[in-house]
Nanobody, 121 residues
Framework: QVQLVESGGGLVQAGGSLRLSCAGFGSIFGIRNWAWYRQAPGKQRELVAGISSGGTETIVDSVRGRFTISRDNVKKTVYLQMNSLHPEDTAVYYC???????????????WGQGTQVTVSS
């Protein structure tokens, strides 16, 4: 069984920083792509950043220059460093992984449980 566990969310003042982590546990054979999404109240879930197995990064315009995504393949972990946070960054942040399990050797998409980020003005 595969599980993605997120940590690092919380309450921060505008201009502050947070670092989110998402670690994969269980029967993981390999992880291809990682991504972070967020969902604000009353809005659809949206992509924030992604990183491929080769390290190619995708950062959406609204957070470019403030957020950085990175991965540690040994630890099966992805990070989202968030700097210069704005109140509009308030949302539940979800990690997403395209991974292959070591039981059925099937590629599929997995989601973390979500972590709340609240930025006060």
């Amino acid at each position: 069984q595969v599980q993605l566990v997120e940590s690092g969310g919380g309450l921060v003042q505008a201009g502050g920083s947070l670092r989110l982590s998402c670690a994969g546990f269980g029967s993981i054979f390999g992880i291809r792509n990682w991504a972070w999404y967020r969902q604000a109240p009353g809005k659809q879930r949206e992509l924030v950043a992604g990183i491929s197995s080769g390290g190619t990064e995708t950062i959406v315009d609204s957070v470019r220059g403030r957020f950085t995504i990175s991965r540690d393949n040994v630890k099966k972990t992805v990070y989202l460093q968030m700097n210069s946070l704005h109140p509009e960054d308030t949302a539940v942040y979800y990690c997403n992984a395209d991974l292959r399990d070591s039981v059925q050797y099937q590629w599929r998409e997995y989601w973390g449980q979500g972590t709340q980020v609240t930025v006060s003005s």
